[in-house]
């Protein structure tokens, strides 16, 4: 009887679980793009670039009123496909979204460095990302 139980109640959280229609997580990777750069993830055949970044946080030594806030467009590829572009933001502002999905990968907005120059000087922007590929999708 215990078993049966045990059985019916194992059958009941499994479809709780695909219920929820979240995708089942894959292997994770943490990559950093180079503006300008394609950075590879090769056992996904999966590349990213890091196309633009839309930056209006404060310089290091400036104080302001607001935090401002950072978004970065990337355009990823899986070998022998089309690209797609996704824009992300970084977390806790409201100007993007910190996290997407994307040709079946799950993108989180870890980082986006460095802060704006404090003399208008252009600025080499790596924005660290973690890349999760959605299980299901493969």
Known sequence: MAR???CVLSVAALTACAATGAPAEGPSYTVGVVQGQRSVISSENLS???TSVDDSRCPPKVQCIQAGAVSVTLRLQQAGAAS????LGT?????RPAEGRILGYHL???????RPADDGQAVA??????VVRDSRSR
């Open 4 to 6: 049966r139980f045990f």
């Open 48 to 50: 990213l670039e890091l």
């Open 84 to 87: 797609e572009l996704i824009t």
């Open 91 to 95: 977390p806790g502002t409201a100007l």
């Open 108 to 114: 989180i907005l870890q980082d986006v460095s460095p």
């Open 125 to 130: 922007y790596r924005a660290t990302l973690k």
